[in-house]
C-alpha cells in the first residue's frame, strides 16, 4: 500500500487546512488510518484515527473540537479538516494505515506534508 498525504501549506492563525491521504496498491479501503505529526526537534506524536468500518474516529486532546478526520473507501482516501489552527500545530503531517483491522500498529506511512501556522 501506497499512501500520498497532500494538501500542506501556509495558514493564518486561526484559519483552516484541508490534508488529503490517497491510498493505492493493494488494498480494499477496510483498513484504519491516521494522522500523526511531528513539529521541529519534537517526537512524532498522534493527532487524530478513523476506523476501517464504522467510522469510530479518535483525537489527541490538542485537537479535539478543531480538527475532523474522516475517509472515503470509495477514493481509498482520508482527510483531515482542521480548523482554529494555532501556531503550535505547525509540523510535518504524516498519514498512516494499518495492513488489517487488528494490526498491532501503522505500517504504512505518506511522506509528509508541512503546515505552517502563522501568528
Known amino acids: 500500500v501506497q499512501l500520498q498525504a497532500s494538501g500542506g501549506g501556509l495558514a493564518q492563525t486561526g484559519g483552516s487546512l484541508r490534508l488529503s491521504c490517497a491510498a493505492s496498491?493493494?488494498?480494499?479501503?477496510?483498513?484504519?488510518m491516521a494522522w500523526f505529526r511531528q513539529a521541529p526537534e519534537k517526537e512524532r506524536e498522534f493527532v487524530a484515527a478513523?476506523?476501517?468500518?464504522?467510522?469510530?474516529?479518535y483525537y489527541a486532546a490538542s485537537v479535539r473540537g478543531r480538527f475532523a478526520i474522516s475517509r472515503d473507501n470509495a477514493k481509498n482516501t482520508e482527510y483531515l479538516q482542521m480548523n482554529s489552527l494555532k501556531p503550535e500545530d505547525t509540523a510535518v503531517y504524516y498519514c498512516?494505515?494499518?495492513?488489517?483491522?487488528?494490526?498491532?500498529?501503522?505500517?504504512?506511512w505518506g511522506q509528509g506534508t508541512l503546515v505552517t501556522v502563522s501568528s
Open positions: 478513523i476506523s476501517a468500518t464504522d467510522g469510530s474516529t
Open positions: 498512516a494505515a494499518k495492513p488489517y483491522v487488528h494490526a498491532p500498529r501503522y505500517d504504512y
Open positions: 496498491g493493494s488494498t480494499d479501503g477496510t483498513y484504519p
